[in-house]
């Protein structure tokens, strides 16, 4: 019989991830889908050998694990991915914007007896059903774009896909703080989802001393 579990890392597998995120969309369920790559990875492979490599996958897996339990995969080589049931794309955005500020200050869980040892993030693109696409095969292509977008954009963020901005619903934030934040984004040249990124940012550095 095959396994769906990834033996290095002991998460479920694409196919895996692929069948959840099929029996979710059929049942009519709102779900989020974040595709998560470790960056630079070749280099650290290249750099540091391939025990090193595994060793950045495994304890990756523990973190995504940590976060989100049965609904983290490992989709192949170093990307990730984890299912959100139930969540809007803003939830999602922000749940993936603590998942990847939690890894980067994680820092001390990737070290191993190296005189120099690479300094490890991620870079996460996010996509929810039905806004984004219809079916688990487009909602995967979609997320995929988003992680383009978001490596293209500079890495270590998350990124919605490229058509889509980060809308703020007035039920959540007053409409004048939409207007300005949608006027800055015009302004800066930027989407509104990185500047929601940069000030989540800030408010962990300050309540939680994140420390990058």
């Known amino acids: 019989m095959k396994t769906r579990q990834d033996s290095l890392t002991e998460l479920m597998n694409r196919e895996a991830l692929e069948l959840q995120l099929k029996q979710t969309i059929k049942s009519d369920e709102v779900v989020a889908l974040a ?13 540091f050998g391939h025990d090193t490599g595994d060793h950045v996958l495994q304890t990756i897996a523990e973190l995504l694990k940590e976060a989100a339990g049965e609904y983290a995969f490992r989709v192949s080589g170093d ?5 959100l049931v139930g969540e809007s794309l803003e939830q999602a955005f922000l749940k993936m ?28 693109g996010v996509a ?26 500079g890495r270590n963020q998350v990124s919605l896909p490229p058509n889509e901005d980060m809308i703020m619903k007035t039920c959540y934030y007053p ?38």
């Open 97 to 124: 914007e603590n998942v990847r500020a939690g890894i980067y200050a994680a820092q001390d869980r990737f070290q191993i007896r190296l005189d120099n040892p690479p300094l490890i993030s991620v870079t996460i």
């Open 128 to 153: 929810q059903f039905p806004r984004d696409s219809k079916d688990e095969q487009s909602l995967m292509r979609t997320a995929n774009a988003a992680l383009m977008a978001a490596k293209e954009a």
């Open 79 to 83: 990307e990730f991915g984890i299912i």
């Open 35 to 47: 595709l998560i790559d470790v960056d630079h990875f070749m280099e650290i492979n290249n750099e």
């Open 175 to 212: 409409a004048t703080l939409v207007r300005r934040l949608k006027t800055l984004a015009e302004k800066s040249k930027k989407k509104e989802s990185f500047l929601f990124r940069e000030a989540l940012t800030d408010l962990l550095r300050k309540y939680d001393r994140i420390e990058e």
